[in-house]
């Protein structure tokens, strides 16, 4: 149990920080705002186990009852037995066989008025279920449903699922930077002392003998990271040739290597990375030099953080990068998790799971990183943009790979249709389109629609309308036309063809 005055000042914090992925807010009242009533004590005891059950399947997390979604707090204004009952949902109102890794449920009283207080950590031993057998899990702000076998693990992964949550005998906080420290707790709570930021954030609690401390904590702030994990780094190889050979083939051109905790390898990895991303210098529009690059400066860093932050930290090796003359790749130790799936992040499903809940936590609220499957979204996305090829995802029993290409998504051929158009700056979605065209094809709505991905008419009817006021578009069939001619032959509309292609 947490001391009651050290309870209160969590609270307080808490409650300014606000609602997020890790913190919940919920009135223990019904009805409108000036017909305020005492909640159903079923339903809320219903909300307290969907929420702890939410939280274990997901990250861990804290929730107030008696406090609005607003931060104000309003109290619980039940009776003892009520009170009893809901601090007891955490046991009534899960799966029968479930046991949550449940930190604290406790009543304080703040601001004269009893507030309850729940916080559970993330689950790595069972999966969660409500009574009925249905599994949630917490994402963002939302609680939302989940099938069981979506974040089903296997028993091998519960060492690496806990290693960043394991206590460390020996480590105190003189074993870290307490100037990088004190800027991360400032920049969480203004003022907020490095030893209560640490218990907040669930890096620290205080035992028999003191403060003791997670091994999240030295992973995050070390001093010596060398002392606690000798292979928290980053090794860049330039590569000679597409592939890395040995002995006397050996063909590796230069090797360095960054260490440091996790927020100095953020850095001082980028910084060695980027000038291997950067192949020419050459005058920009504003006839000033500037830096050209193979791959998005932004698509690489995402994936290095990816790496730093979902690594398994307790496989003592570390992060290799490996910069071949077509390709790069970054490859971090441990299996992928058993609940993601290549094919799952492929097709950017939005895949949300974190091998290290602790140090994910503190990087996420300073913004340094999202959740594995969004960081996927961004750098398809950003790959894309740059009409290069899609990354490459791997993983094996011992590590997980995503490599970078620098081949276009388009063939030779279809650059030498594209080079016709070159003067017009055409849009990646209007090169698309302009694909269509080849070998003077005509082109329904339909196949315009599928080469942009969307049936949105704005999307459709903007990029339509730029190249058609280029001349590049041209009608052939107008719209009255068209439905008169999809009628006579018994067809969709959108699939009759309607234009061409227009060579300048």
Known sequence: ????????????????????????????????????????????????????????????????????????????????????NMLSAHKTHIFANNTLPLLSAQRVELENKIVLFFSVDKGSVEIYQLPDGRCVRRKDKNTEPVKFEQIK????????????RQFVDGATVNDLDLSLLRSISDS????????????????AEYGLNGLRLRMAALLLFAQDIQR?????????????????????????????????NIFELLERSWEQLRPYLAYKTEFGSDAKFEQKYIYPELACREALINAIAHRDYSIQNGIDIFVFSNSLQIRSPGALLSTLTIKSLEKLENAHESRNASITRVLRENRYVRELGEGMQRMFDLMNQRELRQPILYSNGLWFSVTFSHESIFSPRQQEWLSLFQSFNLSPRQKRIVLLGMDNREISKKEIEHALNTKELRVYTDEITVLRNKKILEEIMTNPSAAKYAKSKNMPKDEVKRFKVRVP
């Open 153 to 164: 693990f296997e028993r091998q992964e519960v060492k690496s699922r806990q290693y960043d």
């Open 1 to 84: 149990m947490i001391d009651s005055l050290i309870l209160q000042e969590r609270i307080k914090n808490t409650i300014s920080l606000g609602e997020s992925h890790f913190r919940e807010f919920k009135s223990a009242f019904d009805g409108e705002i000036g017909n305020k009533k005492s909640g159903n004590v079923k339903k809320l005891c219903q909300y307290i186990g969907e929420a702890l059950v939410a939280f274990a399947n997901a990250d861990g997390g804290d929730l107030l009852i008696g406090v609005e979604d607003n931060g104000e707090v309003t109290g619980v204004p039940h009776g003892e037995v009520e009170i009893k």
């Open 228 to 260: 606690w994990h000798p292979r928290s780094q980053v090794r860049i190889l330039q590569v000679s040739g597409s592939e890395l050979r040995s002995g006397e083939n050996y063909n590796v051109i230069s090797d360095e290597t960054t260490t440091g």
């Open 188 to 203: 969480y709570i203004k003022g907020l002392s490095v030893e209560r930021y640490l218990q907040q954030i669930g890096l």
